[in-house]
T-cell receptor
Framework: SQQGEEDPQALSIQEGENATMNCSYK?????LQWYRQNSGRGLVHLIL?????REKHSGRLRVTLDTSKKSSSLLITASRAADTASYFC????????????FGQGTRLTINP | DTAVSQTPKYLVTQMGNDKSIKCEQN?????MYWYKQDSKKFLKIMFS???????INETVPNRFSPKSPDKAHLNLHINSLELGDSAVYFC??????????????FGPGTRLTVL
């Protein structure tokens, strides 16, 4: 069954505002990854956070992980029109498992 | 330079036909994957190869047959195409899973339409 579930399914904000997307999952993980998919394109890896990490930054991206709540959030600060895309979380099961399980994504629209 | 490439980008064909999608990566990765993304954007793993050896084979009809001639290539052959096979197929690659799953690098996708 599907592991990650993103919330909200769609988000529309004004340029310059911050965007927050959430991901919940059901079983223990080795790491959790966030990907971006622009319309008609492949997925692009954004950030990986390991199960023993609580927060990670990359440029305007901030990812948090709460393993007790089995949830993660992706914050994009000072959004730009170019951030318009679908964002997916993917969970990596503990050592030994060899596949990522993707959620259904959040469709983010940045309005100019 | 393109890291993960797929051909063709678009594939339109009739029900019952057989078709192939090719994938190549120049990242030196040992592991390659095929995913299917449906109309609701749900991305599901189909197959994974590590050093030309099949390591993941999800519940996929046996009309789908992956082939890895070397670790830089992973092709997908589909026999007797059905309407439900219409989707976008993504190839991806990564370092070997080892201690945990690494980031994956995706190709641009092949949009398959079965008429």
């Amino acid at each position: 069954s599907q592991q990650g579930e993103e919330d909200p399914q769609a988000l529309s904000i004004q340029e310059g505002e911050n965007a927050t997307m959430n991901c919940s999952y059901k079983t223990s993980i080795n790491n959790l990854q966030w990907y971006r998919q622009n319309s008609g394109r492949g997925l692009v890896h954004l950030i990986l956070i390991r199960s023993n990490e609580r927060e990670k930054h990359s440029g305007r991206l901030r990812v948090t992980l709460d393993t007790s709540k089995k949830s993660s959030s992706l914050l994009i600060t000072a959004s730009r029109a170019a951030d318009t895309a679908s964002y997916f979380c993917a969970t990596a099961p503990p050592q030994g498992a060899q596949k990522l399980v993707f959620g259904q994504g959040t469709r983010l629209t940045i309005n100019p | 330079d393109t890291a993960v490439s797929q051909t063709p980008k678009y594939l339109v064909t009739q029900m019952g036909n057989d078709k192939s999608i090719k994938c190549e990566q120049n990242l030196g990765h040992d592991t390659m994957y095929w995913y299917k993304q449906d109309s609701k954007k749900f991305l599901k793993i189909m197959f994974s190869y590590n050093n030309k050896e099949l390591i993941i084979n999800e519940t996929v009809p046996n009309r789908f047959s992956p082939k890895s001639p070397d670790k830089a290539h992973l092709n997908l052959h589909i026999n007797s195409l059905e309407l439900g096979d219409s989707a976008v197929y993504f190839c991806a690659s990564s370092r070997s899973p080892g201690q945990g799953m690494w980031e994956q690098f995706f190709g641009p996708g092949t949009r398959l339409t079965v008429l």
